[in-house]
Structures are given as structure tokens and as C-alpha cells.
């Protein structure tokens, strides 16, 4: 059974780091896109960027580009999204999502980032 | 605002059949395949509709896609209380590399 289950909520000040995961199983890690989506409070969807493990080939939306890091560690079946500063507009629900023939197949539960001072 | 258009809301009563609508350019629906999402309150979203018209294994066949040019389709036939949720479009961009979104339907059944 493929399952993506990423890291707890977490709340964070503006201006510190951040990083937080979607471990994957039941299916090969390295050879499928895993994706990275957005969601603001009573908001719709946004794509943030894609990452493919096997050769760590990712791509940014240009809307977050520079504003945060995908990474993944194929030892361990898990990608990475990251923040080297937060702000308050990146207070949001991230979900980690397989990429597969252009469709997000399966979704992990979401991590809920709140910054608050 | 999101690249993909869909009505904010959308409502029909219990054994009616409701559509919503998802309107794109070529760079998008007019190129490529859409999928669609349905999202329950405080879950994630979960895949109901790919290639534009494909169900995955255990969603019923009320539910159904079409796509014409650069416009898509969901509908929704027999509508039930528990159809009562927000459903998103999308489909990849050749000029963003990435896939879009539409800004999402939240469907009521009265």
C-alpha cells in the first residue's frame, strides 16, 4: 500500500528555519516525482515544485523559487521541503504528494506550519 | 488568483445530477490531461478523476470527466449529502513546467 506521512505541525517565529519531511512506502521512492503543494487557510491549492529522488533533479514554481528548498534522501525514503527564514504568509497547510503521469495519485495527511510572533 | 477557473460554489439537491466547470488556455487543458480533487473538511485532498476522464479503483461511477479544448468538466450524478465538499481542477502547464490549479468549487447539496 503506498502511503506519504509527513512530519507533525509545527509553529515557529518569523525569521526561523524550518524543515519538514513526507517519508515514503510502499512503492519505489526513487522513481517517482514527489511533489510539494500549498494550502493557506480557507485557500485553494498551489503548487510549490517537484523533486525526483533518484537524481535529486527538482523544480521550483516561480512563485517559491528561492523562497524554500526541496530536497530527499533516498536511504530513508523521504523528502524534505525546507525554510531558511519564515514570514507569516507561509502560516499554511503543506502536503506532500506523489507525481505520477502529470496527476498527484496519493497524497500524504499535511503538515500544518504556523508563524506567529 | 489561480490559473485554472472554476465557479466558487456550486449546489443541487440529493439525486440530481450537478457539473462544475474548469476553464484553462492551450498552454494548459488545451494541451494536457486534467485531473480532478475532491478535499473533505480537514483532510487532504484525494484523486477522483485523471486523463480528463479516468476513475481510480474505489470511486463510484457517479462520478464523471470530460474535457473539450481548453475547458473540463466534472460531474456528479445520483448527488448525495456526503458529495457536499470542495472539488479542484488541475492540469499540468507547458510554460510553468508545474502543474496548476483552479481556485476550487465548494459543491452544497440542499
Known amino acids: 500500500e503506498v502511503q506519504l506521512v509527513q512530519s507533525g505541525a509545527e509553529v515557529k517565529k518569523p525569521g526561523e528555519s524550518l524543515q519538514i519531511s513526507c517519508k515514503a512506502s510502499?512503492?519505489?521512492?526513487?522513481?517517482?516525482?514527489i511533489a510539494w503543494v500549498r494550502q493557506m487557510p480557507g485557500k485553494g491549492l498551489q503548487w510549490i515544485g517537484i523533486i525526483y529522488p533518484s537524481d535529486s533533479d527538482t523544480r521550483y514554481s516561480p512563485s517559491f523559487q528561492g523562497q524554500v528548498t526541496i530536497s530527499a534522501d533516498k536511504s530513508i525514503s523521504t523528502a524534505f521541503l525546507q525554510w531558511s527564514g519564515l514570514g507569516s504568509s507561509d502560516s499554511a497547510i503543506y502536503y506532500c504528494?506523489?507525481?505520477?503521469?502529470?496527476?498527484?495519485?496519493?497524497w500524504g495527511q499535511g503538515t500544518l506550519v504556523t508563524v506567529s510572533s | 488568483q489561480s490559473v485554472l477557473t472554476q465557479p466558487p460554489s456550486a449546489s443541487g439537491t440529493p439525486g440530481q445530477r450537478v457539473t462544475i466547470s474548469c476553464s484553462g488556455s492551450s498552454s494548459n487543458i488545451g494541451n494536457n490531461a486534467v485531473s480532478w480533487y475532491l478535499q473533505l473538511p480537514g483532510a487532504a485532498p484525494k484523486l477522483l478523476i485523471y486523463?480528463?476522464?479516468q476513475r481510480p479503483s474505489g470511486v463510484p461511477d457517479r462520478f464523471s470527466g470530460s474535457k473539450s479544448g481548453t475547458s473540463a468538466s466534472l460531474a456528479i450524478s445520483g448527488l448525495q449529502s456526503e458529495d457536499e465538499t470542495d472539488y479542484y481542477c488541475?492540469?499540468?502547464?507547458?510554460?510553468?513546467?508545474?502543474?496548476?490549479f483552479g481556485g476550487g468549487t465548494k459543491l452544497t447539496v440542499l
Open positions: 488541475a492540469a499540468w502547464d507547458d510554460s510553468l513546467n508545474g502543474l496548476v
Open positions: 504528494a506523489r507525481l505520477y503521469a502529470r496527476k498527484l495519485d496519493y
Open positions: 510502499g512503492y519505489s521512492f526513487s522513481t517517482y516525482f
Open positions: 486523463s480528463n476522464t
